[in-house]
């Protein structure tokens, strides 16, 4: 185990119907500031939630006893135009290149704005330009902090028969989530911190609200 990785309590299992893989497809991928490497995607049948998730099998991931995973929830304003009010886009980037280093999954999940969707997400951004946090501007359009359920993730995980992972994440949700469904999770390895003016406040509600492992500048 890493330094700066923290260990998972073991909970109660309760193991999500089965999934199968419909599609593998080899896939270059290539970043603005011109990382690149190729990819194997991963599509599903059988999915809990019926939406259209994506496995992407980097480095030697086949090799991989314990392989190295990030369940990174679909964000298009941070991964697709390089929104600085989140950190999404850094840390996809980031997974992407410290995945491949040590082979494994980084699970991409459609679940916009913690699972509200992509106008909702939007429309608590002008809540949170009122003064409000993140999690408070969910609550006030009567949405939950974090809808995200990590059941098709687990199914994903399972079709492509992985039992055990090492958690790529600050969220230690995502660690109980993929316990509770049958996933070992034997280590949590946060991310890096990827800090800017825009987005400080909503980092820091992350730290205080919901536990994240953020090592943030006093």
Not at 72 to 100: K, M, N, W, Y
Not at 197 to 216: C, I, M, P
Request: aromatic share 6%; proline share 6%.
């Amino acid at each position: 185990m890493s330094a700066d990785a923290s260990p998972v309590p073991a909970v109660t299992s309760a193991v999500p119907p089965a999934a199968a893989v419909r599609t593998k497809v080899r896939v270059p991928l290539r970043f603005p500031d011109g990382w690149e490497t190729v990819v194997d995607v991963f599509t599903f049948s059988g999915l809990a939630d019926g939406k259209e998730h994506l496995a992407l099998g980097i480095g030697d991931y086949e090799a991989a006893a314990v392989p190295l995973v990030r369940p990174h929830s679909e964000c298009l304003t941070g991964d697709v135009f390089g929104s600085q009010r989140c950190d999404c886009g850094p840390q996809l980037r980031e997974a992407l290149e410290r995945i491949g280093e040590s082979g494994g999954y980084l699970l991409y999940l459609r679940q916009e704005g913690r699972g509200i969707g992509l106008y909702a997400k939007l429309d608590a951004y002008a809540l949170q330009d009122d003064g409000l946090d993140t999690y408070e501007a969910n609550r006030a359009l009567g949405r939950g902090e974090d809808e995200r359920d990590y059941t098709a993730a687990t199914q994903m995980l399972n079709a492509l028969g992985v039992g055990a992972i090492r958690l790529l994440s600050n969220n230690p949700d995502k660690a109980r989530q993929l316990q509770r469904l049958g996933t070992d999770v034997v280590e949590r390895v946060p991310t890096g911190v990827h800090i800017s003016d825009a987005n400080v406040r909503y980092l820091r509600a992350k730290v205080e609200h919901t536990g994240h492992t953020l090592a943030l500048p006093a």
